[in-house]
T-cell receptor, first 110, second 115 residues
Framework: GDSVTQMEGPVTLSEEAFLTINCTYT??????LFWYVQYPGEGLQLLLK?????DKGSNKGFEATYRKETTSFHLEKGSVQVSDSAVYFC?????????FGAGTRLAVHP | DTAVSQTPKYLVTQMGNDKSIKCEQNLGHDTMYWYKQDSKKFLKIMFS???????INETVPNRFSPKSPDKAHLNLHINSLELGDSAVYFC??????????????FGEGSWLTVV
């Protein structure tokens, strides 16, 4: 079945460091891909999405490109802030549901 | 206005009790969902409804019974609560099914603790 694999965390970075969180997927067909973020004690918020191959989603300085050839959707940010500390979830669209990766916790220190 | 709202946000209850979590969305969406997030943060679909009809029941025990009185509401009732039911339950909605690339919007979660 369809699945999403994310790099294990936690990822610990200093402020202004470059961030990459790897995400790869297995799917039949051509799903849409998403990154959601969960701040401590809060619900899930959509961070960005891409609906077809080679699309780039971007929001709040975060970017991810839908790579069909490598079945990947890696999340990147050039300069992280303390306020980016959260759990990040990669997800793909299945039949009437989202299939999530296990989540990657990011901790950014001043 | 909160787009997807669920109540209560926190719930502590004893084993064996029956409890309900209510969810409402004011986005005009046709599809609503319940997701469960376990202690390791893993998120898994429980139910999906489209226009009040059950679309997905993802091998959830019969003690969990969703009810959708109209397409803006999807409530979750849990009978005979067990320790393993302790989790965060997220309600969500989308314009149609997510397989068309539509964004799913999540509520803030209901933190259920069974003691």
């Amino acid at each position: 079945g369809d699945s999403v694999t994310q790099m294990e965390g936690p990822v610990t970075l200093s402020e202004e460091a470059f961030l990459t969180i790897n995400c790869t997927y297995t799917a039949t067909g051509y799903p849409s891909l998403f990154w959601y973020v969960q701040y401590p004690g809060e619900g899930l918020q959509l961070l960005l999405k891409a609906t077809k191959a080679d699309d780039k989603g971007s929001n709040k300085g975060f970017e991810a490109t839908y790579r069909k050839e490598t079945t990947s959707f890696h999340l990147e940010k050039g300069s992280v802030q303390v306020s980016d500390s959260a759990v990040y979830f990669c997800a793909l669209s299945g039949y009437n549901k989202l299939i999530f990766g296990a989540g990657t916790r990011l901790a950014v220190h001043p | 206005d909160t787009a997807v709202s669920q109540t209560p946000k926190y719930l502590v209850t004893q084993m064996g009790n029956d409890k309900s979590i209510k969810c409402e969305q004011n986005l005009g969406h046709d599809t609503m969902y319940w997701y469960k997030q376990d202690s390791k943060k893993f998120l898994k679909i429980m139910f999906s409804y489209n226009n009040k009809e059950l679309i997905i029941n993802e091998t959830v025990p019969n003690r969990f019974s969703p009810k959708s009185p109209d397409k803006a509401h999807l409530n979750l009732h849990i009978n005979s609560l067990e320790l393993g039911d302790s989790a965060v339950y997220f309600c969500a909605s989308s314009p149609t099914g997510s397989d068309s690339g539509n964004t799913i919007y999540f509520g803030e979660g209901s933190w259920l603790t069974v003691v």
